[in-house]
């Protein structure tokens, strides 16, 4: 069967919720509680079966994964020249360095204030804070375009499941 990687990754999610939930239910109904002379009320539970389930979900999972892996270390992004893969760190990277020039466009070019001892004491920023402000809106157009391409990218490629 082919899917696009936004399939699989939404397949991989369902997957995982599929596979959270029985193990919920086993955390729940894999053991019984009862008086000394009550009737033991007996849920559906088998071992076995509760441990195929799993097997049977994580063999899917581990499937998609790796095709989704694959696709994403050969296929190339438009506009870019990068694969997939490439581009999910490149991502990352550049929101490091927005995360960055966010915590220097707070500073003052030049900030004043009175130590505890009642001396005045300077701060000048080493670069331009009104530049920093500029790059940032260049990066933030770049991430945007770069998450637009990621994004078509999985929408377009098609693997095989």
């Given amino acids: ?3 696009c ?9 369902d997957l ?4 959270q939930a029985v193990i919920y239910n086993e955390d729940n109904r894999s053991r019984l509680s009862y008086k000394e002379g009550e009737e033991k009320v007996i849920c559906k539970y088998n071992y076995c079966e509760t441990r195929k389930k799993i097997a049977e979900i994580d063999e899917r999972i581990r ?10 270390c050969t296929a190339i992004i438009d ?9 999910l760190v490149y991502l990352a ?4 360095e927005y995360s960055q020039m966010e915590v220097l466009s707070n500073y003052s070019k030049l900030s004043r204030r009175i130590t505890a001892n009642g001396v005045l004491e300077y701060t000048e920023c080493l670069y331009d804070p009104d530049e920093v402000l500029s790059d940032m809106e260049s990066l933030h ?13 999985n929408l377009t490629t098609m693997i095989e499941i």
Avoid: P
């Fill in 1 to 3: 069967m082919k899917i």
């Fill in 5 to 13: 990687n936004s399939e699989a990754m939404k397949i991989i999610k």
């Fill in 16 to 19: 995982e919720q599929k596979r």
């Fill in 63 to 72: 499937k998609i994964k790796h095709a989704l892996a694959k696709s994403n």
């Fill in 79 to 87: 506009g870019f020249k990068i694969t997939i893969g490439e581009a």
């Fill in 93 to 96: 990277q550049l929101n490091k």
């Fill in 141 to 153: 157009t770049k991430i945007g375009k770069l998450q637009v391409a990621i994004d078509r990218a």
